[in-house]
């Protein structure tokens, strides 16, 4: 039987594709990165997926705003085949610029009737970008990604992360229904960012967007303080995340 497979989607500026690959590997998937390009010619390269993930980076310079360009191009050629995607259960990760991603194609934390989003990560509220680690916390839920995590430490790069939705009644809804699973730990918030949200699923847990990145702490030893602090054999947080993905559609 075959490993799961990861379609990990690249663009122009994409430049996380690489180590999120490896980190699916790691966690026994079967990676393939694939340009949106040669995806939008022949959209049939991802049904012999089951994980789909659009990783970090600065994609097309992020010009416009973060993630919009790259946004408008799944929205404009590929809209049918990702939502497909989704509709036959497959899952859907989308990685600091690929959470700006999910968020403007209308995959996660859309209004259900006109598609329209109802979520964007908006300016650190510093002005700043920001590259360091932080604390987080996995709360309890269906979310798949998340599994058996509680509180856990991943760096962060980004200059526009702050969570944001279009009104209280659509973050106190969001919330109500589970899909904010994924916290900064309390009083560490780096940017801004409504209700401490790092991260957003959708209601079924198939579909994860994060700020932080999981697929630069999957050994020990990336972390800036692991001498005498962690075992250096052992696997980072992040690897967590790859392993419960593959495992959920093993």
């Given at each position: 039987m075959l490993a799961p497979r990861a379609l990990v989607l690249r663009a122009p500026?994409?430049?996380?594709?690489?180590?999120?690959?490896?980190?699916?590997?790691?966690?026994?998937?079967?990676?393939?990165?694939?340009?949106?390009?040669a995806l939008a010619e022949r959209p049939a390269i991802a049904d012999d997926c089951q994980i789909l993930c659009i990783p970090g980076?600065?994609?097309?310079?992020?010009?416009?705003?973060?993630g919009r360009i790259f946004a408008l191009e799944l929205k404009t050629r590929l809209s049918d085949a990702l939502f497909r995607f989704r509709d036959r259960g497959g899952l859907l990760l989308g990685i600091c610029n690929g959470f700006q991603v999910l968020l403007q194609t209308g995959l996660l934390l859309a209004d259900p009737a006109s598609g329209a989003p109802l979520a964007t990560l908006a300016h650190n509220r510093s002005g700043r970008f920001i590259d360091r680690w932080v604390r987080l916390r996995a709360l309890p839920g269906p979310c798949v990604f998340l599994k058996g995590l509680g509180d856990f430490e991943l760096p962060i790069a980004h200059g526009e992360g702050r969570f944001v939705t279009c009104s209280a009644a659509a973050l106190a809804a969001f919330e109500a229904a589970g899909q904010l699973?994924?916290?900064?730990?309390?009083?560490?918030?780096?940017?801004?960012a409504a209700a401490d949200v790092a991260g957003a699923s959708d209601p079924s847990g198939r579909i994860l967007g994060l700020m932080p990145h999981p697929e630069r702490f999957i050994d020990a030893t990336q972390h800036p303080a692991w001498q005498g602090r962690l075992d250096p054999h052992a696997a980072g947080s992040g690897l967590a995340l790859f392993v419960n993905a593959v495992k959920a559609v093993s």
């Open positions: 500026g994409t430049n996380c594709d690489h180590e999120t690959a490896h980190a699916f590997e790691r966690a026994g998937g079967i990676a393939r990165r694939v340009h949106v390009r980076g600065f994609s097309y310079g992020d010009d416009i705003a973060s699973p994924l916290r900064y730990a309390a009083g560490t918030n780096p940017n801004g």
